[in-house]
């Protein structure tokens, strides 16, 4: 067996990025900032039932970031029991901003773009914030991803001590 | 009743007012889950386009975890 096996690792590192960003997100710009909520566009919160509406909305999303980490936390850990997994940091550290990146990217395009279920900052300058948080994740995605290309050489299994190269690069 | 008996009763009034009040305030906040405001907004989001909504805010992640499994399926290392 080849010791190339970087996809628990990736998939993990995407998962919970997609989940942590979305936390950000959903922290930040809906809860703390209140820039916007999940239907905010199509029902503006500008009454209490309004509000309750779209927090029932939010708590789905969140619902969802939540599911995103468990799942990464269950690849990660199965990554872990697993001997033929390249424990990379820098692989999986570039899977944490390409799926924070990839969440942005699509999210943005869905939901922003296309939908306009909600805007990042409703009002003046509405498209200018949005193009912005889709250049952010644009950013993310491409760090990412040379992040985890740059991981590809990297060859230390679960467990071997940090420095060492236990295996031949492939 | 005695003068200072009434006293005490208007002490203890005028200290119960305020906490009944605050505790019926803290109560009514409590019983919000069956209040009319969140009756309401509950119910326009069953009869709201729920299917629709749920579609629209788990697209996103969907998305991404048809990514992961592609990922994972591709970097599988072959025997």
Redesign the interface.
């Known amino acids: ?8 690792i ?2 993990a590192g ?2 919970l990025g ?1 989940g942590l960003g979305g936390f950000v997100d959903g922290i930040t710009l809906h809860q703390i900032l209140q820039w916007h909520n ?2 905010s566009s199509v ?1 503006p919160p500008l009454d ?3 509000m ?2 779209n ?3 939010d708590g ?2 969140h619902a ?2 939540w ?2 980490v468990s ?1 990464g936390v269950w ?1 990660l850990w199965a990554a872990g029991l697993r001997g ?1 997994v390249v424990w990379s940091t820098r692989t999986f550290v570039g899977s944490l901003f390409l ?1 924070w990146g ?2 942005n990217f ?2 943005g395009v ?2 922003h773009q296309l ?1 306009g ?1 909600h805007h990042v900052h409703p009002g003046d300058h509405q498209l200018s914030w949005d193009l912005g948080f889709l250049g952010f994740g644009l950013l993310e995605i491409i760090g990412g991803l040379a992040l985890v290309r740059a991981g590809a050489s990297d060859v230390r299994l679960h467990g071997a001590p940090a420095g060492s190269s236990t295996l031949p690069r492939s | 009743m005695t003068a200072s008996t009434r006293a005490e009763l208007s002490r203890s009034v005028t200290f119960l007012l305020p906490l009944m009040w605050v505790l019926a305030r803290a109560f009514t906040a409590h019983a919000c889950p069956s209040c009319a405001t969140g009756e309401q907004a509950r119910s326009e989001v069953w009869t709201d386009g729920v299917a629709a909504n749920v579609g629209i805010a788990l697209l996103p992640f969907v998305i991404i975890g048809a990514i992961c499994v592609w990922a994972e399926a591709r970097a599988r290392p072959r025997h």
């Open positions: 067996m080849r010791a190339n096996s970087r996809g628990a990736i998939s995407i998962l997609t999940m239907l029902r209490l039932v309004s309750k509406y927090m029932v909305w789905l999303f969802s970031t599911l995103m799942l690849r033929d799926g990839l969440f699509i999210e869905i939901d939908l279920i």
